[in-house]
């Protein structure tokens, strides 16, 4: 039963940082990409960063130059650093993997992990 397993979220104020991991297992096929998205009461679930199995980044113009994803392959673990936190970045913030199959991907969702950025 494959699981993503995040942590690293919690409380801080406008300007301070936070690093978010997510942990995948129960896999056999090969992780393609990871990502993080964030979503608010009221409105849909939005892309943060998303990350290659080759190491290439991709990021909403909202976080560009503030947040930084990596992942470690060894792992199966991807993180994303997040730096000069605005009120704004306040969600909850998903982890999510798309693993890879001969003629398949297969999608999956973390539970969540709450941020809030106080100002």
């Known amino acids: 039963q494959v699981q993503l397993v995040e942590s690293g979220g919690g409380l801080v104020q406008a300007g301070g940082s936070l690093r978010l991991s997510c942990v995948a297992s129960?896999?056999?096929?090969?992780?393609?990409?990871m990502g993080w998205y964030r979503q608010v009461p009221g409105k849909r679930r939005e892309l943060v960063a998303t990350i290659g199995s080759g190491g290439s980044t991709n990021y909403a113009p909202s976080v560009e130059g503030r947040f930084t994803i990596s992942r470690d392959n060894a792992k199966n673990t991807v993180y994303l650093q997040m730096g000069s936190l605005k009120p704004e970045d306040t969600g909850v913030y998903y982890c999510?993997?798309?693993?890879?199959?001969?003629?398949?991907?297969?999608?999956?969702w973390g539970q969540g992990t709450q941020v809030t950025v106080s100002s």
């Open positions: 129960g896999s056999m096929f090969r992780i393609n990409t």
């Open positions: 999510n993997t798309i693993f890879a199959s001969p003629g398949r991907n297969y999608e999956y």
